[in-house]
Nanobody, 121 residues
């Protein structure tokens, strides 16, 4: 089955860290652009970061620049989102998807279950 599966979320205190994983099954992430999105109930899903097939990285939200890092491991067929200095406003369900290209709007496939990140004391 072709899918992306997110994991690594959880409850963390403000200032803490989490590393999210986006594991692909049924296909290779090599040569693909992968993005992380997040969504809070009642709000529009927003793109957080994207890593291109050439490993160029873009961060769409000013609020995460300097705190979040996107990376990929082709051997493990996984993309990661390292999140440091977490804030309560980072609380959301995080999703990963493949895109036609970073900076583009076309998303391939369907949204997965996501992984819940809750930042609270």
């Amino acid at each position: 089955q072709v899918q992306l599966v997110e994991s690594g979320g959880g409850l963390v205190q403000p200032g803490g860290s989490l590393r999210l994983s986006c594991a692909a099954s049924g296909f290779s992430l090599t040569g693909r652009d992968i993005a992380w999105f997040r969504q809070v109930p009642g709000k529009k899903r927003e793109e957080v970061a994207c890593i291109s097939s050439s490993e160029s990285k873009t961060y769409s939200l000013d609020s995460v620049k300097g705190r979040f890092t996107i990376s990929g491991d082709n051997e493990k067929n996984t993309v990661y989102l390292q999140m440091n200095s977490l804030r309560p406003e980072d609380t959301a369900v995080y999703y990963c998807v493949t895109k036609n290209r970073c900076g583009g709007t076309l998303i391939y496939g369907s949204w997965g279950q996501g992984t819940q990140v809750t930042v609270s004391s």
